[in-house]
């Protein structure tokens, strides 16, 4: 069938959808706009055979919905109605929650239900349950849709809320209040009201006297204080009491602001006599707490896991967890597992501390020179067998540090944009005019960076990119990640293995040395961010200022992006 995407934003449920739709056969056309009129134009334009809306935050109008049956794709259960679906489910606590793929009507979300798909909650961030969980059930209910509505003999049912397994209904629009934190509320309160606004809009707050909007929360089982006291400090982020213990904030935003680690919105003043309390990556602690690297050993396995906030990697961050490999790789270990975040492996430099800078471009250059030190620490490692293990998506620099990995594993169901150019004619660095090439070949390594095209993790291992892609969840992609990593480990396979490194490594060296990729793409990023031309710069502050809108290169036919 010819498939029209509509979508409010290109992002990873659309394009993860676009993806598989591709995959399954189907000619599919990609417009990301949240004007009726262009919708209209597209669908006159493209002529579709059915409409898929994967996230849309406008109604389809109607001339387009009375021509071709489209399918909005709402992340609530049967009869949840309403744009804050996933809001209230966390703020709720409810316990599972699903997503109905319903056909559009002249009543939001109240259309014939295709299809619909559930699934357990965690006590996450909402941005972090729509890009696993949601998306996950997203894909099977649209995909489900999709293959009942081709066959021809499928009727939708109409929503009745006198049925008794519809327990969803209309709910308002969650207002600013309803997640306003009062700091004498008990921890899993505040947890939850941070929690459904993140990543967008925020929790409302006011810290040290700032009025501001929260992101990012923890709970803590040790520190304690007072209510709205200020208790520690810990790479950026903050602990507060609560009205029954303490919580760590990672991340505010001031009124005009952008979103910064906590610290650095405070400022010195407000934190003055507020202690650091470090935690190294390998120190035990017992009890819940946060800190964003940290390590652990299994046997000859060493698991390093970095939890950078949406996976953006300051200088300081970059430089951090690249002292906590050099420290994983004196360990008497044969296997180092980067295993990244929970909800995000990696998407690079971190565009909103670049942008809050004295120096934006200044500080460009300083995080992508820490980026291209961590990835050749990873590259040069000939005394163990490395292995990235993504269990999240990954983005521009993001995807390249994966590849410095001997092996590259990732969670079914995951997307990847192997590029930088959408950041206004990004050059792009990490060794990628290395490490890229020797995954896929240099016309489709120049095909990924020119195409601003999204790829499924599937679609990945299947080119070439990762090496293999497994589990359907967090928790399976993980226990299969410590089999895998253990199997590794037999001690004459890692001695010809490293050995193997070595020798392809001095080849490599020979035909071209690694640092010369490195100057080569150096200096097309010292243009990028020092010379004449704007557009970067401009990109940057249109994406930390104004969101993320869909680049102008997107490709319009998903053809063009997925061939």
């Not at 002292?323 to 690079?348: H, K, Y």
């Not at 934006?360 to 292995?387: K, Q």
């Amino acid at each position: 069938m010819r498939i029209l995407v509509l979508c409010t934003a290109y992002n990873g449920l659309s394009q993860l959808a676009a993806c598989r739709l591709q995959e399954l056969g189907h000619d599919v056309v990609v417009q990301a706009t949240g004007d009726p009129d262009v919708m209209q134009q597209a669908a006159q334009r493209e002529r579709p055979d059915l409409i898929v809306a994967p996230m849309l935050k406008s109604a389809i109008p109607e001339a387009v919905w009375n021509r071709t049956t489209c399918l909005i794709v709402h992340p609530g259960i049967v009869g949840d109605r309403g744009p804050s679906s996933l809001d209230w489910a966390i703020l709720d606590g409810e316990r599972e929650w699903g997503v109905t793929v319903l056909q559009a009507a002249a009543e939001m979300d109240a259309g014939d239900i295709w299809a619909t798909s559930t699934f357990a909650m965690r006590g996450v961030g909402k941005s972090e349950l729509y890009r696993h969980e949601v998306s996950q059930a997203a894909l099977r209910a649209l995909l489900q849709a999709v293959e009942r509505y081709e066959s021809g003999l499928h009727t939708p049912r109409a929503l009745d809320y006198a049925e008794a397994e519809v327990r969803g209904r209309l709910r308002p629009p969650m207002r600013a209040s309803d997640r306003q934190l009062d700091w004498e509320l008990p921890t899993a309160t505040l947890l939850r009201r941070v929690r459904s606004g993140d990543s967008a809009p925020g929790a409302r707050a006011t810290v040290a006297g700032l009025a501001c909007h929260a992101y990012d929360a923890w709970p803590e089982d040790a520190l304690r204080g007072h209510p709205a006291q200020l208790l520690a400090q810990r790479e950026g982020a903050i602990c507060i009491g609560t009205g029954d213990g303490a919580l760590w904030l990672t991340h505010l935003r001031a009124r005009e602001g952008i979103k910064l680690p906590a610290a650095q919105v405070l400022g010195a003043q407000r934190l003055s006599g507020v202690s650091e309390r470090p935690l190294a990556p390998d120190a035990e602690h017992q009890g819940q707490t946060w800190r964003d690297i940290r390590y652990v050993e299994r046997g000859p396995v060493g698991y390093l896991h970095f939890d950078f906030y949406n996976g953006a990697m300051s200088s300081e961050q970059c430089e951090r967890l690249r002292l906590a490999f050099v420290q994983a790789r004196q360990r008497p270990t044969r296997c180092i597992v980067l295993m990244g975040g929970q909800d995000v492996w990696s998407n690079g430099i971190h565009l909103n501390r670049i942008d809050a800078a004295p120096d934006p471009a200044l500080e460009s250059w300083r995080n992508i020179l820490a980026m291209n030190a961590l990835v050749r620490e990873i590259v040069l490692t000939d005394s163990h067998r490395v292995v990235s293990a993504m269990q999240g998506n990954a983005g521009a620099g993001g995807v390249i540090l994966a590849l410095a990995a001997d092996q590259v594993w990732a969670r079914g169901g995951l997307v990847f944009n192997p590029h930088y150019k959408g950041m206004g004619g990004l050059y792009g660095s990490e060794y990628w005019t290395y490490l890229l090439p020797r995954r896929v070949g240099a016309a489709r390594a120049q095909e990924l960076t020119e195409s601003l095209r999204p790829l499924s993790s599937e679609h990945a291992q299947r080119m070439g990119l990762i090496d293999a892609c497994f589990g359907e969840d967090g928790a399976g992609f993980r226990a299969q990640v410590a089999e895998r990593a253990l199997a590794l480990c037999a001690a004459e396979d890692v001695r010809k293995a490293v050995a193997a490194k070595r020798r392809r490594r001095a080849a490599d060296e020979r035909r071209k040395p690694l640092e010369s990729y490195g100057a080569e793409e150096l200096t097309h990023m010292y243009r990028n961010f020092f010379g004449p031309d704007p557009s970067y710069h401009e990109a940057r502050r249109r994406f930390v200022r104004k969101g993320a809108p869909a680049p102008a290169s997107t490709p319009r036919d998903a053809r063009e992006a997925l061939a």
